[in-house]
């Protein structure tokens, strides 16, 4: 079994940076993706940025150049920098790790972006 634990989460004021956090523990196994999903109320999870076991990331078009994700050196600890969240960024993060059979999520953690 795997635990994927985030936080992070609070209030944040438009363009002021954010760092989530998802925090891996369990069994290891050999993943394709980790990575950041998101959803609202009464709509889909969404991917928000991935990376894969080589390091290649992907991001999501809403928030290329805006959002970082990256790692700990030891796998350990996956990141997500919002650098300059917007309040259309509002809503719940979660953490995913995927498997050839295996997928795994968070209990999410919530983002609020406001003055």
């Known amino acids: 079994q795997v635990q994927l634990v985030e936080s992070g989460g609070g209030l944040v004021q438009p363009g002021r940076s954010l760092r989530l956090s998802c925090a891996r523990s369990?069994?290891?196994?050999?993943?394709?993706?980790w990575g950041w999903y998101r959803q609202s109320p009464g709509k889909e999870r969404e991917l928000v940025a991935t990376?894969?076991?080589?390091?290649?990331?992907n991001y999501a078009d809403s928030v290329k150049g805006r959002f970082t994700i990256s790692r700990d050196r030891t796998w350990n600890t996956l990141y997500l920098i919002l650098n300059t969240p917007q309040p259309e960024d509002t809503t719940v993060y979660y953490c995913?790790?995927?498997?050839?059979?295996?997928?795994?999520w968070g209990q999410g953690t919530q983002v609020t972006v406001s003055s």
């Open positions: 369990g069994s290891r196994f050999a993943f394709s993706t």
């Open positions: 995913n790790l995927r498997g050839r059979t295996q997928n795994y």
């Open positions: 990376m894969n076991f080589d390091g290649i990331t």
